[in-house]
């Protein structure tokens, strides 16, 4: 019996291993993933509609349009482990504080596109402008130093 007890601790302290070193992972994707965003990024709406700023610190997003209507600003979070990958907005400025905007995005170099459902609507599946979701396209202006 003890060799079985002995076999269950061991099994369970390789899982609890396993475990951190998955967290961790995570945690360093995350990270690297928040890096490249850093900065600021200028575009458009797919449809065409131009001026769009959007810029990235390491935990939040502000919008601006035209350099002079303020878009809003708020915290995003990223996952990683879904194809393509998700990037969620929270308002935490302004009249619609709380909003969120679940979106998809996908950064190939310079290039980030982020389609995002309006407020309260679905998570886009796709990158498209479609009826209650929108593409952003943007090419990056500056990178964090």
């Known amino acids: 019996m003890r060799p079985l007890v002995l076999a269950s601790v061991l099994f369970a302290g390789a899982l609890a291993?396993?475990?951190?070193d998955d967290g961790k992972a995570r945690k360093e994707a995350d990270t690297k993933a928040r890096k490249e965003l850093v900065g600021?990024?200028?575009?458009?709406?797919?449809e065409g509609e131009t001026g769009h700023v959007l810029t990235f610190t390491m935990t939040t997003i502000s919008g601006m349009k035209d350099g002079r209507q303020n878009l809003g600003a708020g915290t995003f979070k990223l996952d990683l482990a879904t194809n393509p990958p998700r990037m969620d907005a929270t308002r935490t400025k302004g009249g619609k504080r709380g909003e969120k905007y679940l979106g998809i995005y996908s950064l190939k170099g310079d290039t980030l596109k982020w389609c995002v459902g309006m407020p309260g609507g679905k998570r886009p599946t796709e990158f498209a402008?479609?009826?209650?979701?929108?593409?952003?396209?943007?090419k990056r202006e500056t990178?964090?130093?």
Do not use: H, M, N
């Open 17 to 20: 291993l396993a475990s951190s």
């Open 129 to 138: 402008t479609k009826e209650g979701q929108f593409l952003l396209i943007l």
């Open 143 to 145: 990178a964090a130093p």
């Open 40 to 46: 600021t990024w200028t575009g458009q709406v797919d």
